[in-house]
């Protein structure tokens, strides 16, 4: 696979050696990807990259996807697009958000969606992953109610990895929060500085840990790549130093977001390098794109050979960013399983069925589908 995408990143070496990288320091923190032994061991060295084909999908379709739709979208279809998604082979998908219905009114049925997966869990050939956005204090009390009065019906990180082996395993639940790299688009998505916001999500985290010490955390950082208000210039190397104050609050995973779909390779490169020599693991970052320049699979490309293996896509590029004027949804979840697999990395993800899971959705909501994978798939069904 190297062989393959060496060339086109052959041309951004010098370019990303010309600037001092962050300086690395000893891990302070441990993750839901250690293991106790890992753990002992994680001031005294790094452990070595992943080397396996293995690629983990964080399906954003349920949440991302649709939060900025203007037209309601009932209960039933919610529900029906996150149990399409289970039988696909995908292992995580994000399922709603607990934010206040007066900023997105599209999420107002999360904890519906919440206590529906833990009283009847979607069937799914793997466990999965449910993840829920929970950005304040507020919206962790209203997740954490509902997890409470089930405690017999979901996993915490430890007991899904061991369950790993079983299909009928309980579903893992992940909460999720959700920061920006620019002062200005903090401003505008959390009415607040970016200090401000750090502070807000080290209390949420404490509390989620205090009362599910086993829950696993995922942290986003928006607009690490291109800023719509500060433009493309995004400090990396600010990204990494949050990154890692993200993780040393207890936060379990770092999705990097290129809201705005700005992200190049030279860019994209230097970002990840500056998360590395920060001392951050490749398995505790994911990629968060959104094709707008056309350039999201060009940069997973880079991702893959920095040895990243976890990246987040939306069935039909469902999604956008109502803080971020211009952008584009989500790279789409059939674009990213081909062009993965076609590379000789193992997504364990039925395309035909995404694919035919895109065209209904973007049908149901009246959406054009944006995933040109999909339609070939079924263009290409079509012709048989």
């Known amino acids: 696979m190297q062989q393959l995408l060496r060339p086109a990143l052959t041309a951004t070496r010098h370019a990303l050696r010309q600037r001092p990288l962050t300086t690395l320091r000893a891990r302070a923190y441990a993750t839901a990807a250690d293991t106790p032994r890992q753990q002992q061991q994680q001031q005294q060295q790094q452990p070595p990259p992943q080397a396996d084909n293995r690629v983990r999908i964080v399906e954003v379709g349920p949440r991302d996807g649709l939060q900025n739709e203007k037209k309601t979208i009932s209960l039933a279809t919610k529900m029906e697009l996150i149990e399409r998604l289970a039988r696909t082979g995908l292992t995580a998908i994000e399922a709603g958000s607990f934010v206040s219905p007066k900023w997105v009114p599209q999420m107002d049925s999360s ?10 869990p979607p069937s799914s050939p793997h466990p999965v992953t449910y993840s829920f956005l929970a950005p304040n204090t507020k919206g962790l009390d209203s997740a954490t109610a509902i997890l409470s009065a089930h405690p017999d019906s979901f996993a915490t990180a430890t007991e899904a990895a ?5 299909s009928q395993a309980k579903p893992e639940i992940e909460l999720a929060v959700f920061a920006a790299a620019t002062e200005s688009f903090s401003q505008r998505n959390l009415n607040c500085d970016m200090a401000t916001a750090l502070s807000r999500f080290r209390d949420v985290i404490t509390a989620a840990k205090q009362a599910l010490p086993s829950l696993r955390i995922r942290a986003y950082i928006s607009v690490v790549l291109g800023c ?45 390098r500056c998360m590395s020599a920060a001392g951050i693991r490749n398995e505790d970052v994911a990629l968060h794109l959104h094709d707008t320049y056309g350039q999201a699979l060009v940069n997973t490309a880079v991702a893959l050979e920095h040895g990243i293996r976890t990246f987040d896509a939306a069935v039909g590029g469902l999604g956008g960013c ?14 990213m399983v081909y062009f993965l697999e076609s590379l000789g990395m193992d997504t364990g993800v039925d395309l035909d069925a995404v694919a035919d899971i895109g065209a209904w959705i973007t049908g149901e909501i009246g959406k054009a589908n944006d995933s040109a994978v999909g339609k070939a798939v079924l263009g290409a069904r079509g012709r048989k």
Not at 235 to 261: F, N, Q, Y
Not at 322 to 335: C, D, I, L, M, R
């Open 111 to 120: 904890s519906e969606i919440l206590e529906q997966i833990l009283q009847k």
């Open 228 to 272: 719509p208000f500060e433009g493309p210039d995004v400090d990396p190397h600010r990204v990494a130093e949050m990154a890692t104050d993200l993780l040393e609050m207890g936060a379990d995973e770092i999705a990097l977001g290129d809201t705005t779909g700005m992200g190049t390779v030279p860019r994209t490169a230097q970002l990840l």
């Open 162 to 166: 061991r369950a790993a082996s079983t």
């Open 322 to 335: 109502p803080y971020s004027p211009g952008a584009t949804g989500n790279v789409a979840t059939e674009n």
